[in-house]
């Protein structure tokens, strides 16, 4: 009996001993998997949905670029989705599509529901358009997120020149034309035009014609319904006869202003059909854009007050990019010469540079009665755009 309970004691022993390395082996390994799991998980939690639709969404509410900028993944996927011009069918004739219709999602415009809803993938479509041109020295090749689209003859080129001085702006020099004339040159060809930028800068193009231009609105909205539309306006009396200077500097064949602006001139009928007319209708073409853009993502700029204060018009500009207000009075100076305001530095130079020739012509003498029922014939579109704008432009 001694001996048994002498034996189990001995014996027991080291079965405790084991006992208890198995329990401590066991709760290492419990705490290893645990540790393991939460690890696993919070990965899981980084890349889950809630992360991308976060990001996505910066980039669907954001007006300003550089929360674009903070989500490059989802920019991609944005704008794969939205650049398609080849897949957008024209809106019926006479009636403009609003982004609201139905139908409209069946143009590829699939970003309206949302990019939110969408695990951004990286496919060669997306490859196509987006930053696979990024040279890290010099920059990408970027779709403009500001157009200045009008109109003819308003001071477009003045603005333009004048925002391009600005750091955080490149522009292209010319006009691409490609929402009206080029569009079937497609998104590649139009990108191809843009200069170089990093991210922090916007791409900016002027096409003066975009404003008349009846599908313009439905394309630019179908490739970045983002875009900041920039519209220079001027008295469209002025406007008219600075349009009709050009012309007969280079045809001077062409009939009188008077002839070509009036059906009947006794009867006091313009002929709206001439687009140096048509063009000044302003509060028409508007209703187009607002179809597409709500007025907050249009900015306009009066043509007269970027003669008399050139840096006050930028000022506004500059808020309306989103970029620091670097391009003040400091930059202009008046060339009693040419008559206008010039700068004391551009883009590329520390000289002083004027715009050329054909900006600031003297313009044609047109009689002061014809002047006069123009401006009669302009008031009520005048100010109906004065109303839609929020903005007096004293043009009467
Ligand atoms: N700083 C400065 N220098 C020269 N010209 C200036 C300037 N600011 C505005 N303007 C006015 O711009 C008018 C030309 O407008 P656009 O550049 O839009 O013309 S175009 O549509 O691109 O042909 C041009 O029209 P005209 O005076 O009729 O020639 C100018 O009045």
């Not at 139009?190 to 609105?217: C, G, H, N």
């Not at 394309?219 to 002025?238: A, D, E, G, L, Y």
Request: with cysteine.
């Amino acid at each position: 009996m001694a001996y048994r309970s002498l034996t189990s004691r001995v014996g027991s022993a080291p079965h405790r001993l084991t006992r208890r390395f198995l329990f401590i082996f066991t709760l290492s390994l419990s705490c290893t998997y645990l540790c393991y799991s939460l690890i696993f998980c919070c990965d899981h939690i980084m890349e889950g949905r809630g992360y991308e639709d976060r990001s996505c969404l910066l980039v669907q509410d954001a007006g300003s670029k550089k929360l674009l900028q903070k989500s490059p993944a989802c920019t991609l996927s944005v704008l794969a989705k939205e650049i398609q011009p080849q897949a957008i069918s024209p809106a019926p004739e006479g009636k403009e599509r609003r982004p609201s219709e139905e139908g409209w999602s069946n143009q590829n415009l699939s970003t309206r529901a949302g990019p939110v809803r969408t695990t951004p993938k990286t496919t060669d479509q997306e490859l196509k358009f987006n930053n696979n041109t990024t040279t890290p020295k010099l920059g990408s090749k970027r779709l403009p997120q500001a157009i200045i689209v009008g109109v003819k003859k308003g001071g477009t080129r003045a603005v333009l020149e004048f925002i391009r001085v600005h750091p955080d702006v490149r522009a292209m020099g010319t006009e691409p034309h490609f929402f009206d004339r080029n569009f079937d040159k497609g998104l590649d060809w139009y990108r191809s035009l843009m200069p170089r930028t990093f991210d922090s800068q916007i791409t900016i193009e002027k096409t003066p014609s975009y404003f008349v231009t009846r599908e313009a609105p439905q394309r630019i909205f179908s490739m970045c319904r983002k875009m900041k539309v920039i519209v220079v306006v001027r008295n469209p009396v002025t406007r008219a006869i600075s349009d009709y200077t050009q012309t007969l500097s280079k045809k001077p064949d062409i009939p009188s202003f008077e002839e070509l602006a009036f059906r009947n001139r006794s009867a006091g009928l313009v002929d709206t059909s001439w687009n140096a007319v048509r063009i000044g209708m302003y509060a028409l073409h508007l209703d187009l854009w607002l179809q597409y853009f709500p007025i907050s993502q249009m900015h306009f700029v009066s043509g007269e007050r970027l003669i008399t204060d050139p840096a006050g018009e930028m000022g506004k500009i500059q808020d309306f990019l989103g970029i620091k207000r670097v391009i003040t009075d400091k930059h202009f100076y008046f060339n009693k010469t040419k008559g206008f305001p010039c700068l004391k530095k551009t883009e590329n130079s520390f000289l002083p540079r004027c715009l050329g020739k054909s900006k600031g012509r003297t313009h044609v003498q047109i009689e002061q009665e014809v002047i006069d029922d123009l401006r009669d014939f302009y008031r009520p579109y005048n100010i109906k755009f004065y109303e839609t704008v929020g903005q007096d432009f004293r043009w009467e």
